[in-house]
DNA sequence: ATAGGGTCCGTACCCTAGTACGGAGTCAAG
DNA sequence: CTTGACTCCGTACTAGGGTACGGACCCTAT
């Protein structure tokens, strides 16, 4: 495969050019540009993989910025190995914990499709229920082989009594 | 447990309270007034279950919008069960998706944990490759058909040769 | 009763992730 | 050369998902 203008890279990667020139705004990619030639940018297949990446990243719950990290984490030699041993690592910890949570989803919405054969009366489920963290997902025997990490406390409001005001927290989802 | 004011409901669940303020207007959570009392709100175990899992599905990437959706997925007696299960049925292929896409992500952080130990030198390697379609485990194609469903497809201009878009205009040089 | 934190509502504002547009330059075909 | 498709850049605008106020009302402990 050969590289491609912006349109083409666009098509491929099912995306608008737009958003390929806003990636590389954001820093999510280089400036593909040949400086001798037109100023055309023009994209390389690894170009082009690194914005399906970025998309794919963004479907399971990633921000650009996160996604950044994670391109960013590529064992350069000149990079400090320990420090992105350590970001790897956590990233990995937050990949496990999506994973496991889209699999009580999947759990559920199995026990509903069991349930609802395609009409008539029914018990009444609902998707919450097996999603508690209190008491496990014993539904179908699916195996649950982890001890769900379930959610690191992120950083919250915590004012004990409410001390000042509790309305300047900022969250990064 | 028993029901709580809004500030404890928020604490709880690791929202802001203007949050939950704002899932109630957006119609994920219903209105938890008791009429004749004061006016506030008052949440029980059940609502703030649900608000959990509000944020734990923002997490793993679906939008508001779809989590209503997930939501109302309920085997309720009265409504279609036939619906209910071929959407059923539609978010569990999605779920099965997502998880696939965070498996190979983590493949991709697992290998690069492993390439680097703590220090020096190492191979080239980033997320990137693991994740390329083309030579990984065969992940279920979604390509060409898929709407992509966490993503807003709005619109895209897949006028394949611009046909009537023509928004630019003649120069005189 | 009163103080101080909690709550209410509406509106305004913010950030992220794009999208749209305008005016102009470039390229390849005819 | 002329066209029409394509590209460039900068700026403005949008939608989704919250956050922040402000002014007023409510509750509980002292």
């Given at each position: 495969m050969k590289d491609l203008t912006i349109a083409k890279a666009a098509r491929e990667a099912d995306v608008g050019v737009e958003t390929i020139r806003f990636y590389e705004r954001r820093g999510l990619?280089?400036?593909?540009?040949?400086?001798?030639?037109?100023?055309f940018r023009v994209y390389s297949p690894e170009l082009v993989k690194r914005i399906k990446f970025i998309r794919q990243a963004q479907q399971i719950g990633f921000s650009l910025h996160e996604i950044q990290e994670l391109l960013s984490?590529?064992?350069?030699?000149?990079?400090d190995c320990s420090m992105v041993r350590s970001q790897a690592i956590a990233k990995l910890e937050e990949v496990k914990r999506k994973i496991e949570q889209l699999r009580q989803i999947g759990f559920a919405l199995e026990s509903l499709i069991a349930v609802c054969p395609g009409r008539g009366g029914l018990q009444a489920c609902t998707i919450l229920d097996t999603l508690e963290?209190?008491?496990?997902?014993?539904?179908?025997?699916?195996?649950?082989?982890?001890?769900?990490?379930?959610i690191p406390p992120k950083?919250?409001?915590?004012n004990g009594k409410f001390g000042t005001d509790n309305r300047q927290q900022r969250r990064a989802t």
């Open positions: 990619i280089e400036q593909p540009r040949k400086p001798q030639s037109s100023g984490l590529r064992a350069d030699p000149a990079a963290p209190d008491h496990g997902p014993p539904p179908p025997r699916i195996r649950a082989d982890g001890p769900l990490p379930a950083r919250r409001r915590q």
